[in-house]
């Protein structure tokens, strides 16, 4: 498809800005056959240059109304990311959330959560909290203890139980 340099205006109200205020393109509109669910993937030059992630494909304007969000913007995003990522383990508590899914069964959850260290008490509770309300806490870090966070972290998921850690105010001191 053609992807032009700069992305091109749409006429009519429901055309969504091209641009920020800075100038900077927001994303780019391409006629790249694009389909459903190939939004997340990547928008190439012919040479191979990632130009953008596709988002959004109307079909109402045959083709031509394919966007994909600009390169520039996904890399500015995944920076802020990493960003917020370092300030993470340079001073701000972590707790680990645990997130109910429908693939483990509530003693398999348990034990992994045992096994990473946690009484049956609190394994119990984390599970319980995932099951009822979709997540739980297993735990929450002292901000000079992300190492620790994130082994626990990488150990649950590496027993397909789905984890994250989040950066959290008001956290004192890990039990």
Same mark, same amino acid.
């Given at each position: ?27 780019? !509109?391409?006629? =790249?056959?694009? $389909?459903? #669910?190939? *939004? ?5 030059? &012919? ?61 398999? !959850?348990?034990? =992994?959560?045992? $096994?990473? #260290?946690? *009484? ?5 509770? &984390? ?49």
């Amino acid at each position: 498809g053609n992807v032009p340099e700069m992305p091109m205006e749409l006429d009519g109200d429901d055309a969504p800005p091209t641009s920020s205020n800075d100038g900077t393109p927001k994303f780019v !509109v391409t006629d =790249a056959a694009l $389909a459903s #669910g190939m *939004s997340g993937g990547p928008l190439l030059t &012919a040479d191979g240059k990632v130009i953008g992630v596709n988002t959004l494909v109307r079909p109402e304007l045959r083709g031509l109304g394919n966007y994909a969000i600009a390169g520039d913007v996904v890399f500015e995003a995944v920076q802020q990311i990493v960003s917020r990522s370092k300030r993470s383990q340079d001073g701000l508590p972590l707790r680990l959330i645990l997130y109910n899914d429908p693939f483990n069964k509530r003693s398999r !959850v348990e034990e =992994a959560l045992k $096994a990473v #260290g946690l *009484s049956e008490t609190d394994a119990n509770k &984390a599970m319980q909290s995932a099951h009822t309300r979709g997540s739980g806490t297993v735990r929450d870090f002292d901000a000079c203890e992300g190492v620790a966070a994130q082994a626990m972290r990488d150990a649950l998921a590496n027993a397909d139980l789905s984890v994250e850690l989040q950066c959290v105010q008001g956290v004192t001191n890990a039990p």
